[in-house]
């Protein structure tokens, strides 16, 4: 079977996640380790110098703007998730040809996280992308 090839995300793996969970678990760490940080530079600072507290609290609200930015990419992820699935049903049994010419009648359709293939009736694969031709 002539398929190109895709991550499936599986939803039954809990060590399957996607490119959101990833960034928002990495960012977790490093906020908790520059929360850490910033508490024993507090409690270690020179009396007759101290931090900048507005350089702090301009630390404090960039780490939080990247953790809103990653909330929002996950829903968005979720979002395009969910309109593809509901796509899918009107894809089957239609003809699809790619830019280079495979053509075919779908009949099964598989949702990935990097994109979604098209099985068609003669074993081949498509991607669903751009130059697709849907008949």
């Known amino acids: 079977m002539d398929i190109p090839t895709a991550t499936a995300v599986n939803v039954?793996?809990?060590?399957?996640?996607?490119?959101?969970?990833?960034?928002?678990?990495?960012?977790?760490?490093?906020?908790?380790a520059f929360l850490t940080l910033m508490m024993a530079q507090m409690?270690?600072?020179d009396p007759t110098n101290p931090m900048d507290p507005s350089e702090q609290l301009s630390q404090l609200a960039s780490f939080?703007?990247?953790?809103?930015?990653?909330?929002?990419?996950?829903?968005?992820?979720?979002l395009l998730s969910n309109m593809a699935f509901g796509q899918?049903?009107?894809?089957?049994?239609?003809?699809v040809?790619?830019?280079?010419?495979?053509?075919?009648?779908?009949t099964s359709v598989?949702?990935?996280?990097?994109?979604?293939l098209l099985g068609l009736d003669n074993g081949k694969g498509i991607l669903l992308g751009p130059g697709v031709k849907i008949t």
């Open 12 to 32: 039954n793996n809990p060590q399957a996640l996607s490119k959101a969970d990833k960034a928002k678990e990495s960012l977790t760490v490093d906020y908790d």
């Open 43 to 45: 409690q270690n600072q």
């Open 64 to 78: 939080s703007q990247v953790e809103q930015a990653i909330e929002t990419n996950a829903k968005l992820e979720t």
């Open 88 to 95: 899918v049903d009107d894809l089957i049994g239609r003809t």
């Open 97 to 106: 040809t790619d830019p280079s010419g495979v053509s075919g009648t779908v």
């Open 110 to 116: 598989e949702v990935y996280s990097d994109g979604t």
